[in-house]
Structure formats: C-alpha cells, structure tokens
C-alpha cells in the first residue's frame, strides 16, 4: 500500500485540537463494495515501551484464511495518555500497512472507533488517515453506558454517551463477556456488527484482530499462510 505519514502532533493540546477537527469528517454510513479482504490490526510495544510493535494480518472474506502479514517497530513517540493513543499507535500501524501487498478493503482494529470523548479513537483516526473502511473491536468500554445483552452470540445492546448512539456492546460467544464495537469510518453500525459476526468462529474475538493481537505481543504461533 502506498502510504504516507502525516504531520504529527508534538504535544497534547495540538492533538487534541486535531482531534476535534477530524472528527467532522467522520463518515457512519455504509460507503464500502465487496468485501474480498480484511485487515486486523494491533499494537504492542517493547523495550519498556520506548519501541512501538505493530503487526497487521490480512485475511479472505468471508473465508478467512490468512494471505499476508506484517510487522513494523518504530520509535515510540508520544507519551501514553488516555484519550490520545492514536497520535502513540498509529504511526507503526501506517508502517506496518505500507508493507502490505494486498489492499485490505476493511480494517479491524484493537480499539475504539467513535466511541471516544471526541468520537475519534484509532479506528476512526486510521480510517480516516487511510480513507478506508474501519471498525473499532474493544475488549473494554471507554465511554457511554448501556445494557447487559442477552447470554447467546449475535445479541448486543447500545453503547450510549450524551444522547448519542456511539457504539454497540456485542455478544460473540454465548457466556462469554461481550466485545464493544464502534464505528471507525465508512461504515454503519448495523453493518459493522453482522460484519464482526461473519469474522468470528469459536473465539471471543473476531479472527482479523485475536491473529493481530497474537503477532504484535508474540502469543504462540500463526496459522499458515494461503
């Protein structure tokens, strides 16, 4: 993929200045094709966190077999600050991205998308840096409220913050604790969730982002590739 990084913020008020301007040009409706490939994508880090690791793996749809892999590790530079992690992450992700040699046509990414205080989190920050579709798949709320969904996969419930529908909060397994999803960019609610079910087989997490997050913190290894 043919990407080029952006003019970072270098401190918090600046950031979050762009935040509040990038959030305008957030787009939740559907305004994606076919989706052949899907991406998933995560960040850890080592060296005590000064070295950012960033890992990205593309899957066939709705097969889900593995095609390619990435890694990208960068100096990490800008401080962790709740609220600003994509001015941390998202600069090895873009790295990582650009190794690519299959143009993902959607991206999952370990985070949040809108269902952030200034409804841009790295789902929706990465949409739009990319201008690609993007979902935000979170093991944990950030923001809003909402109700407990029923015990069985496929059931969710509203995510709410200040009146606003920000996400939804996703059962994936039957029993198990929901996933929190959210719209990154260019794509609605309704179609993110039936979009994160197809993903989905016997884990909690949808197979773009569990391969992810095992690259990019080196938890056991990956499925052969196609």
Known sequence: MNISQPDWPKDTQAAIALQRQLATQIITTDDLGDIQYVAGVDVGFEEGGTVTRAAVVVLTFPELELVETAIARTPTTFPYIPGLLSFREAPALLEALAQLKTEPDLILCDGQGIAHPRRLGIASHLGLLLDKPTIGVAKSR?????????????????????GDRIGAVLRTRTHIKPLFISIGHRVSLERAIAILL????????????????????????????K
């Open 198 to 225: 197809s993903c989905t087989t016997k884990y909690k997490l949808p197979e773009p982002t569990r391969l992810a997050d095992r690259l990019a913190s080196r938890r056991g290894p990956m499925p052969a590739l």
């Open 142 to 162: 950030y923001i809003g409220t909402y109700a407990e969904p029923a015990a069985e996969k496929g059931n969710w419930t509203e995510l709410m913050d200040k």
